[in-house]
């Protein structure tokens, strides 16, 4: 039987031939564990997309705002491909603020990786490729962006997809809960619930939502626990 690798070569080959020239901006392509979502803990390839157009106070990727480097897609999957790791996340910044983000997913998804997206939730997610898994955000109150949320996203999302929330404070909390009593017959996604970094005790908000019985994901970010908020992790 052929190695992923090889298989993944191959694919590639075929897939690029009209697509090879597109040119995306990238902040940075590393290999690392995945410290969110339902995949937290795999060895995961990012690939960070630069630019957004939110500005979240608690953003931990100003950096990835501006600058980056233009690649093009052949040389984005390239670099991808030495990793030799089959789960891939493109996040950002925001992915889908660069509508080339979109034939990247699928070209992604036609050399078999298991391609997530981490998106803010401020863009139509209409026309990304099925067979990635969304991890769409939806911004509280405290996060000073919440007026950015697209609800319409809501209805497209599928069961392997997930909805965070970043929570900061007991109003988000609050704020959070009813929003879920909103959408809960809107979609089968899972639905994730993350302290704020520094700003709300991880303990604190598990103790809320064992206390309110919620069917929600608690999680933490792995990545901070290891590796603070350095890039590349």
Known sequence: ???????????????????????????????????????????????????????CQYCDTAYAFSGGNRLKLTDILSRTQNFNCKYVCVTGGEPLAQPNCLILLKELCDLRYYVSLETSGAISIADVDPRVIIVMDLKTPDSAECDKNLL????????????????????????????????AAQTPAQILFSPSYNQLDPATLANWIIEDKLSVRFQIQLHKLLWHDAPGH
């Open 1 to 55: 039987m052929k190695g992923f690798m090889a298989q993944a070569s191959e694919l590639s080959t075929a897939s690029n031939s009209n697509s090879s020239d597109q040119l995306i901006r990238i902040t940075e392509i590393f290999h690392s564990l995945q410290g969110e979502s339902v995949t937290m803990g795999l060895p995961t390839v990012f690939i960070r997309l630069t630019g957004c157009p939110l500005r």
């Open 152 to 183: 319409s996203n809501i209805p497209l999302l599928k069961q392997q997809d997930q909805i965070k929330f970043v929570l900061c404070s007991r109003e988000d909390y609050e704020w959070s809960c009813n929003i879920l009593k909103t959408i």
